[in-house]
């Protein structure tokens, strides 16, 4: 079973939880390539018997080179075991509007890249203040309050389930592949 997980990142939390996945699923006994969309030229996804896709929401959007990626190996990937992870900072609270937006996002995402991933999660990212530039670390800290959160602007704030997405990847690998 070899199994490609293919990401973008803005400020990097994301890269860090495929990374966590890649990690997992070798300690499993499983072959897993990584891969960031944006070096994926030439690549051919039909070697492949599994796939993770992963991306960031920022203002609303995931990365349009996720969904071109996405897109571009539609044929291959539709046919196989897909897991989407969709990181954000809404997945990290229990609001029902943020929730209701999550799912609009990632209804966005299959339709524009023309097929639907077998299962689709939303993941808990990260305030990566040592990332952002000054407006950005202003924006964020706006975000930051407006939550109610105490952040630290010269540092991260990790609000990732590492166990909870160990228990995620255990369940999505024992399910069958699509027929
Ligand atoms: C400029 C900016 C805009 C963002 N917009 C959203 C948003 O619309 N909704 C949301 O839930 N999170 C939003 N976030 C939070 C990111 O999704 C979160 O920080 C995530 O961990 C970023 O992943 P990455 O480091 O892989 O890019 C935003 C973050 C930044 C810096």
Redesign the pocket.
Same mark, same amino acid.
């Given at each position: 079973m070899t199994t490609l997980i293919a990401y973008a990142? $803005?400020?990097?939390? $994301?890269?860090k939880i495929c990374r966590f996945a890649a990690d997992h699923l070798v300690e499993l006994g499983q072959s897993v390539e990584l891969l960031s969309v944006e070096d994926a030229e030439g690549m051919d996804a039909h070697r492949f018997d599994a796939a993770i896709l992963a991306g =960031?929401?920022?203002?609303?959007k995931v990365q349009p080179a996720l969904l071109a990626f996405a897109r571009d190996h539609g044929a291959a990937l539709s046919r196989m075991k897909t897991l989407y992870l969709q990181? =954000?900072? =809404?997945?990290a609270g229990h609001d029902p509007q943020?929730w209701a937006e999550?799912a609009r996002i990632a209804d966005g995402v299959a339709a524009e890249i023309g097929w639907t991933p077998g299962r689709t999660a939303q993941i808990a990212?990260?305030?990566?203040f040592t990332q952002?530039d000054f407006f950005?670390t202003l924006?964020?800290r706006w975000i930051a309050h407006q939550k109610g959160e105490e952040v630290d602007p010269g540092g991260d704030k990790e609000y990732t389930d590492w166990d909870g997405l160990r228990a995620l990847l255990d369940e999505w690998r024992s399910e069958a592949p699509p027929s």
């Open positions: 990142t $803005t400020e990097g939390q $994301t890269r =960031s929401v920022h203002a609303g990181v =954000s900072l =809404s997945a943020e999550l990212g990260a305030f990566r952002y950005r924006a964020m």
